[in-house]
């Protein structure tokens, strides 16, 4: 069976495939001719002769002779090599990520044992079709012919032996590929016009994303210019790298476990790190899930070159596929929280295709995305949300602790309209122990507030005094300097009305009872209105964020969860104020008991009244839920 008519079948692939495909291909081709370097520059021959800026990929790798260059360039599929199994280059990569774009020609020259061959690969508008240009030659009997492979000289009045880097020629191997564009005139050192791949650093981005470790003893380098204004860019390569700023640069390419593991040689962060098994279908398609995740801050030591945040990646072959940092991806594993998601990279590694068992993952025929074989999930992508689920169900403690304390906020106070309605039910019987200043005190204090502080004061009544043939003189305003236990002021203690507990929202280990949903600190010198505290961590709590999360858009996840807390907290504040009215009715054994953390907790773990004052809250900042 002939493979003809591939025009529309490499247009179609093109289609299929990623920004920066045919920088991957052209690495891994290099990489599996024995390369120990690689670059992709910049043709700098035609940047002087002819003002054009092309790009380059060059390697110092095995090479090819002439009738192997022919071989592999002009068949679909080829490459001196089958096609192979699901889990090897398919012989077509560098002509479907490169030639729909390089139609004037993608031109090839290749170096083995010293001796250089050309060819000049390009499109044919009449037919729609692909191939190698013919040249005119003369033989070695001195007749004229048609050739497809020619020694690198003067074609079109430009030498194109001039196109070979020193580290290719020095090595006497090697191959070079130069895209030529549309047109002879365009630009080709940008990438992709259709794809927007030009933009600085974008090359190194994507080959420090999509592969995940470089091999020892491999050296990869990109040039690039500072910037996209082409009047900037240097008008040779003499001078183009030198001085502090010099308009072109050559960067190494480290992989993305560098840039998440190892980002520098020397300093050493605090990053936790483990491995989780999922499985996915009837099948039971397993899996790792690598996790890393920063317990600090991380710098911004890239400067654009890696993303400086979290990812999620599926890991095949030393290729990361389907890399993603949205939200609704982490939701899928359990994070919800910005700060913590932005510090944790998750790279889940599926099992291969397996010829025996007819299972496993394969990537598709543009080297994009993986697929999975076998069962009923064949053909299907990723079954990301399921393994998600299942990672999520285990939370690694590292992430559960990281994520609590991302959910616990500060201490946090009543709305106004419930502030307003507790206090006018409860307010005056919520009374508070303050030291006041008093010349008869009993007690030592330390003034706080009073007269020339902001702080607040206490209105107390003087006593009276009675006059013969005369009535009550009545209450005479005045304000007591108040301040805390110990210091050189005389003083005395007073309960005095002064507003609700307030509330915290905490992770388990904040909790003197890290089973319970919430418990309440009583009034206190450090605590003067008492303190409730909820556990963000407990399961009850959790599972209704993860229920309200889903019922609106992902960008709202943390606000929707900080909206939940409060509510908890608010409700909490409400039990604990409304306790306070049976002080006179119960004895204080009581009423401690009322307030204690399990009484504390069955009392939130209705549901009912809480989904509905989260409904009424939610509903009226971020609009109608989802639909189900």
């Known amino acids: 069976m002939r493979t003809s008519n591939t025009g529309p079948l490499i247009e179609r692939v093109h289609r299929e495939s990623h920004s920066f495909q045919w920088a991957r291909e052209g690495l891994i081709n290099a990489r599996e001719a024995n390369a120990t370097q690689i670059e992709f520059g910049v043709e700098w021959h035609a940047v002087e002769q002819c003002g054009v800026y092309r790009r380059t990929i060059a390697d110092n790798g095995d090479g090819m002779a002439d009738d192997e260059i022919d071989v592999f360039l002009n068949t679909f599929g080829g490459g001196g090599k089958p096609i192979g199994d699901v889990h090897q280059n398919f012989g077509v990569g560098v002509k479907t990520s490169l030639l729909p774009w390089n139609k004037h020609g993608l031109v090839v020259i290749s170096l083995k044992d010293g001796y250089a061959s050309l060819v000049w690969l390009q499109h044919d ?26 020694e690198p000289g003067l074609i079109d009045d430009f030498d194109w032996s001039n196109t070979i880097p020193d580290f290719v020629r ?99 962060f605090d990053i936790a790190s483990g ?23 991380r710098p911004n030591l890239f400067s654009g070159h890696f993303p400086n945040t979290g990812y999620v990646a599926a890991l095949y072959n030393n290729e990361l596929y389907d890399r993603s940092d949205h939200v609704a991806t982490y939701r899928t594993f359990g994070i919800s929280h910005k700060a913590v998601r932005t510090k944790l990279w998750i790279i889940i590694e599926p099992e291969p295709f397996d010829d025996k068992i007819k299972a496993g993952v394969y990537p598709d025929s543009s080297r994009s995305r993986l697929l999975v074989q076998g069962g009923a999930l064949a053909g299907a992508a990723l079954p990301m949300a399921e393994w998600g689920s299942q990672f999520a169900e285990n939370l690694p403690s590292e992430i559960a602790n990281a994520l609590a304390a ?4 500060g201490t946090g106070s009543l709305d106004a309209a419930w ?22 005190g009993r007690e030592r204090i330390e003034i706080t507030e009073g007269a020339g502080t902001s702080g607040t004061r206490v209105t107390v009544r003087k006593k009276r005094k009675s006059h013969a043939g005369s009535g009550n003189a009545g209450p005479l305003p005045g304000v007591a300097p108040m301040g805390t236990p110990t210091g050189p002021v005389p003083g005395r203690t007073a309960r005095v009305g002064a507003g609700l507990p307030e509330y915290k929202i905490v992770q388990a280990e904040g909790m003197d009872e890290p089973e319970m949903l919430a418990e309440y600190m009583p ?43 409060d509510v908890y907290g608010q409700v909490a504040v409400s039990k604990i104020a409304h306790s306070e009215h049976y002080r006179s009715k119960y004895d204080p054994t009581t009423i401690a008991e009322m307030r204690s953390s399990k009484a504390l907790t069955m009392a939130l773990l209705g549901l009912m009244a809480e989904d509905a004052i989260i409904a009424t809250r939610l509903g009226g900042k971020y609009g109608r839920r989802k639909a189900s």
Do not use: M
Request: proline share 6%.
């Open 125 to 150: 508008p009449t037919s729609g079709e692909y191939g190698l240009r013919r040249f005119p030659a003369v033989d070695e009997d001195g007749r004229e012919t048609i050739e497809h492979v020619v």
């Open 170 to 268: 020095e090595a006497g191997h090697g191959t070079i590929l130069i895209l030529l564009g549309n047109e002879p005139s365009q630009d080709t050192v940008l990438g992709d016009p259709d794809r927007e791949e030009g933009k600085p650093h974008a090359l190194r981005h994507y080959l420090n994303t999509r592969l995940w470790e470089i091999a020892p003893g491999l050296d990869v380098k990109t040039l690039e210019f500072r910037t996209q204004n082409e009047k900037e860019w240097p008008k040779e390569r003499a001078g183009a790298f030198s001085g502090s700023g010099a308009p072109a640069h050559r960067r190494t390419v480290v992989g993305a476990e560098a840039s998440v593991i190892r980002p520098t040689p020397t300093q050493r």
């Open 275 to 297: 491995v989780s098994h999922v499985s996915a279908g009837a099948a039971g398609l397993g899996a790792k899930v690598h996790w890393w995740l920063w317990r600090e801050d």
């Open 406 to 409: 991302a959910n616990a906020g």
């Open 419 to 440: 502030r307003d309605r507790l206090l006018e039910r409860f307010g005056s019987r919520w009374r508070i122990p303050r030291w006041i200043a008093s010349p008869h």
């Open 523 to 565: 009034v206190s010198s450090e605590l003067p209105t008492g303190l409730v505290r909820v556990n963000i961590q407990h399961p009850a709590l959790a599972e209704v964020i993860i229920t309200w999360q889903s019922a609106y858009a992902d960008h709202l996840a943390e606000r929707v969860a900080d909206e939940i807390g």
